[in-house]
């Protein structure tokens, strides 16, 4: 079974995803505006967000009923979230001359509060996780 602290790092990553994910498609114009952004890459944001926060949320919500996920299931999460840094260093490339300074910060702190997540869900969620101890990829 996970400890309180593995079962909150999951609902914190489930949760923010999605608050993201919302908050980003409702205020998809006004968001394409301020950070200078093409409209379709603030919606590929938005929609993204909310696509991870629907498996990240429901490792959370399994994990609080006692089904503790496996360790492949944690394992995508965590390369989940470095895909997402990869990504976020993509829109940073692509967007760099023309992106206004708030965009290119908020895509930047996105990219750090996502590997620090990638970061506590391997040491601290990654260990309660069912499944042998170590992987034959390790």
Known sequence: MM???ARAILW??????????????????ALARLHAFPPALVLFVGAANLAYASYSGSLAVLASLGRTPTRRAIDILVVANLAWIAVCAAILAATSRSASAFGLAHVGLEALFVGSLAVAEYRKVRPFARGPATNPAD
């Open 3 to 5: 400890n309180r602290r």
């Open 12 to 29: 914190l990553d489930g949760s923010a995803a999605c608050v993201a994910g919302v908050v980003v498609l409702a205020l998809h114009d």
